[in-house]
T-cell receptor, first 114, second 107 residues
């Protein structure tokens, strides 16, 4: 599968623990997005990168959340001191820069905080 | 701010019947509208975009700026159309999604 890859696919963690997710975008895509999806909702934007620069962060992204894309390739999303409300599907997408370009999504990482 | 509204949550239709999924949007700029689909146990994928004005898998969607709508239509539903459908608007370099429609096609 040469599409967007996310690891792990599932993560169960205890409240208060830190978790880190990884996203490997399609190789030539310079834009990378993180979304969160909870039950019964559509994906909600968290943040996006153009190359290694994080250009925008949603208000949904609290101080406990941090995302990086150090070399403009893969990205990590870390959640510190997880809370039960963080339980969700975390989706990564990548695209080329430009209008009307398609965003390709990964399979997502399902986080369950117990 | 950009907002996408999909009013119905669940739509059940018989095979061969028409399908219409409603999508309304709110955005101050020039919108780019998309429909994404998620089949069971698969990733979210693009179905069609308004700029292409094409039919994909028998689905079409027309952007109506006057009514701020981008409804998805298919004249004859097939069983393989059972999936979650999300309307999305691209503005400010991000996609804003509606809550989605669960479509169930009854054989």
């Amino acid at each position: 599968d040469t599409g967007v890859s996310q690891n792990p696919r599932h993560k169960i963690t205890k409240r208060g623990q830190n978790v880190t997710f990884r996203c490997d975008p399609i190789s030539e895509h310079n834009r990378l997005y993180w979304y969160r999806q909870t039950l019964g909702q559509g994906p909600e934007f968290l943040t996006y990168f153009q190359n290694e620069a994080q250009l925008e962060k949603s208000r949904l992204l609290s101080d406990r959340f941090s995302a990086e894309r150090p070399k403009g390739s893969f990205s990590t999303l870390e959640i510190q001191r997880t809370e039960q409300g963080d339980s969700a599907m975390y989706l990564c997408a990548s695209s080329l820069q430009g209008s009307a370009t398609e965003a390709f999504f990964g399979q997502g990482t399902r986080l369950t905080v117990v | 701010a950009q907002r996408v509204t999909q009013p119905e949550k669940l739509l059940s239709v018989f095979k061969g019947a028409p399908v219409e999924l409603k999508c309304n949007y709110s955005y101050s700029g020039s919108p780019e509208l998309f429909w994404y689909v998620q089949y069971s146990r698969q990733r979210l994928q693009l179905l069609l975009r308004h700029i292409s004005r094409e039919s994909i898998k028998g689905f079409t969607a027309d952007l109506n700026k006057g009514e701020t709508s981008f409804h998805l239509k298919k004249p004859f539903a097939q069983e393989e159309d059972s999936a979650m459908y999300y309307c999305a608007l691209r503005g400010n370099n991000r996609l804003a999604f509606g809550k989605g429609n669960q479509v169930v096609v009854i054989p």
